[in-house]
């Protein structure tokens, strides 16, 4: 088991970030919007996350978010990559507007990742 997060991971197409906020589906699950988006070519699963600044004003505190989601999500991906559902992009925005301790942030994100699973399987299903 691979526990990095490599650039090719990363969303960062302009193209595909727009395509994913037009086309893709969305859920809530506090402190998290999810949106997703099956994508056909790839090799892996490209994640986007994003923390707003109208939420959290000062950047040292959006950094410590992004860092802390990214961590939660390179030590919990494997729930996603082992179900073999096909590769999807998904954008991670934070919308609570206070700095939420990480062993929270980490039980949200797997909660995240469950409901993401669950969902593609009824959609291939």
Known sequence: MKYKFTKEERL????????????GSSFFLHPFKLLLITTPEGSVNKVLISVSKRKIKKAVDRNLIKR?????YRLHKH??????????????????SDILPY???????????????????????
């Open 79 to 96: 729930l996603l990559e082992s179900q073999n559902l096909g590769k999807v992009s998904i954008a991670f925005i934070y919308i609570a």
């Open 68 to 72: 802390r989601i990214k961590e939660a």
């Open 12 to 23: 960062n197409s302009e193209k595909a970030i727009k395509e994913l906020f037009d086309k």
């Open 103 to 125: 062993q929270v942030i980490e039980e949200k994100l797997i909660l995240s990742l469950e409901r993401l699973v669950i969902d593609l399987k009824s959609k291939v299903s």
